[in-house]
């Protein structure tokens, strides 16, 4: 018996009329209770992140129905508000899909041989109008022979584009997110030859006490700023259940002030 575990105890009597004594089971529930909790606040958690939108949106059509009724300027100020809250809105509904569907197929693993560095060229290309109205430039430096791993394109391209989003958003300040790519013939977590691809920024960085958490559910370092830039608090927790769904490793690393390094490390096909 541990102090710091849940235990259900079933006493049953023995013998006619419990006259031989009775039988006591204690069974260690504590992860049963641990996972109802993850699962409570994760339902908490969502409904709140839905519920400040919605709210904002809700006092919005009020105010349009009202006092701004015949005022064209401020009918146009609400409408973007209101624009960029249903967008937020969409965007966390988005996520929630794509992570309960990588979730479900974390046991699964991606049947196609597919070439990481292709996807990792088109991820980054996807996103250079984004990169340069924020001021900043992305450098990429990846071998120009294909690089093949088992995998779910949509899904790495997921990955890839999580985090270099994350570099543009976070890192605006260091003016440079580079993306590497690099290979090793003996890769020590999964005994073979691997491809690691860092995302690296020289923003703001955070305190490493952050990282074992970073990839929690709606874990954020600072909640505020996250949900100013227009961030879910999702996209960590996705790039780990694909990370994993592809038996890869997924690694962070941040100097406040100087930066962070989001690594994945895949076994090569
Ligand atoms: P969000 O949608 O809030 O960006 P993520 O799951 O992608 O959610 O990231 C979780 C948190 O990790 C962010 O809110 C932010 O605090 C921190 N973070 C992620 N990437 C970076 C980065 N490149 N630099 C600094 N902080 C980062």
Request: no cysteine; proline share 5%; aromatic share 6%.
């Given at each position: ?9 079933i ?5 006619t ?33 839905l ?31 209101m ?15 794509s ?13 196609s ?73 003996r ?18 960085g ?10 929690e ?13 227009g ?39």
């Open positions: 018996i541990s102090r710091d575990a849940t235990y259900e105890v006493a049953s009597p023995l013998g009329r419990g006259s031989e004594g009775v039988v006591v089971a204690f069974s260690d529930i504590s992860e049963r209770e641990q996972m109802g909790q993850i699962r409570r606040d994760f339902v908490a958690n969502v409904s709140h992140e519920k400040t939108p919605l709210t904002a949106l809700l006092g919005f059509i009020e105010t349009l129905r009202g006092p701004a009724r015949n005022d064209a300027a401020a009918r146009e100020r609400f409408l973007e508000i624009e960029r809250e249903a967008m937020r809105m969409n965007r966390l509904v988005s996520d929630l899909l992570l309960s569907r990588v979730e479900a197929e974390e046991r699964m693993r991606p049947e041989r597919v070439d990481l560095g292709a996807i990792v060229r088109a991820a980054v290309q996807a996103l250079r109008p984004v990169a340069q109205e924020a001021g900043v430039e992305i450098a990429l430096n990846i071998p120009s022979e294909p690089v093949f791993v088992q995998g779910d394109s949509d899904q790495l391209t997921q990955v890839i584009q999580n985090l270099v989003e994350n570099g543009i958003k976070y890192g605006a300040s260091g003016g440079e997110v580079r993306v590497m790519m690099t290979l090793s013939d890769e020590l977590a999964f005994r073979g030859p691997g491809v690691r691809v860092d995302v690296i920024d020289r923003g703001e955070f305190d490493p006490v952050h990282i074992p958490r970073l990839t559910r709606f874990y954020r370092v600072d909640n505020h700023r996250s949900r100013e830039m961030g879910t608090g999702l996209g960590l927790a996705i790039v780990k259940h694909i990370v994993n769904r592809h038996r890869g490793r997924f690694r962070i690393d941040s100097t406040p002030g100087e930066g962070s390094i989001f690594s994945i490390m895949l076994p090569r096909a």
